[in-house]
């Protein structure tokens, strides 16, 4: 093979993969083999009814992974990537198919991969959603324990509070003096004042 861009042409970037799949938007990240120098990428974008398609180029870049936006919902899309490097552009990436999600849905119910790679952080999401859940859960049990015991102290607060009510009302009739049936006073120990004198 005479020398030329084909003997520089860098590699196919590998593990391609789709994550926070969303309704109109979704994650792209590759790995670069190691040894050559990258200077850029290039994805290829496109639905898979033929009706829109995308070339998203960078260089002058590191990065390994992309945002797509702009994405229909409940379509499927097919993904490509290139590695950019100093003399040319490697070969297309393996294929990689995805689902958008609707725009009421949370999670996929079905991500439309067809065997080329996996579409993988759908779980990642699921165990976060799921933990989410779990964090919300426990709240608002704790919410309702302690509303529950307010009320149950406010209950007891109140309960006390009318005895101790009660309470001072009775000492104050029954230690009253009686009236004797003709009208005198029933007299208990009569104290007489004491009066103390100091001579100088």
Request: charged share 25%; proline share 5%.
């Amino acid at each position: 093979m005479s020398p030329g861009s084909q003997v520089y042409r860098p590699p196919s970037p590998v593990n391609v993969t789709v994550t926070q799949l969303k309704a109109n938007s979704a994650t792209v990240s590759w790995d670069v083999p190691e040894g050559d120098v990258i200077i850029g990428y290039a994805i290829l974008q496109q639905r898979q009814d033929g009706q829109m398609q995308r070339f998203i180029r960078e260089v002058n870049t590191t990065n390994r992974a992309c945002v797509l936006w702009d994405l229909a919902e409940d379509a499927d899309y097919v993904i490509q990537v290139q590695s950019i490097g100093l003399h040319g552009e490697s070969q297309a990436s393996k294929r990689v198919h995805f689902r958008t999600l609707k725009e009421t849905d949370r999670l996929p119910s079905n991500s439309s991969n067809q065997g080329d790679i996996t579409v993988e952080g759908l779980d990642k999401e699921r165990q976060l959603q799921t933990g989410e859940i779990i964090i919300i859960v426990a709240v608002l049990l704790m919410w309702a324990a302690v509303i529950a015991l307010f009320c149950r102290q406010y209950d007891i607060i109140k309960d006390n509070d009318s005895n101790n009510a009660k309470e001072k009302a009775k000492p104050s009739s029954e230690h009253s003096t009686p009236e004797r049936p003709a009208g005198g006073l029933l007299r208990s120990k009569k104290k007489s004042p004491s009066v103390n004198i100091i001579e100088v």
